[in-house]
């Protein structure tokens, strides 16, 4: 018998790529099920404090540290001593990452870029006039 698909990773790690503002920043975080996701968010994608609260009890780990370079814990009360940028960054990498790939998500260096396909374009030619219209 053949076992099943236990589907993705149970955590998603954060990293931002060099040239973001919080490049350096790491975070570990858990997904959630599409109706979690659901229950938090809502439908229509408005629920932006549930979001943050479900990202604070969500939160597993991350590399931040204080002035004196003391660890700030990975909990609800370590994240009031994070500046809100970088919260709210962590936040919506943790929320796009979710839901398909994130910006802090750096493109492989295979990837070409948008440059233009390999591929030959198709021919095209004008339509008729009576086409056209």
Known sequence: MT??????PRAVRI???EGHEHYGAE????????GEWEAVVGVDGAGETSAMAE???????????????QPIPATPEGMR???TSLITA????WVQALTGVHDADP??????????????????EALSPSLAS
């Open 3 to 8: 076992m099943g698909y236990k589907g993705t």
């Open 107 to 124: 493109l492989p260096q295979s990837s070409p870029s948008g440059e233009p396909s390999p591929v030959e374009s198709i021919p095209t």
């Open 90 to 93: 962590l936040k919506d990498a």
């Open 81 to 83: 001593q994070v500046d």
């Open 55 to 69: 990202f604070a009890k969500r939160l597993v780990s991350w590399n931040l540290t204080d002035d004196d370079e």
């Open 27 to 34: 975070a570990r975080v858990r997904r959630m099920s599409y």
């Open 15 to 17: 990293a931002f790529a």
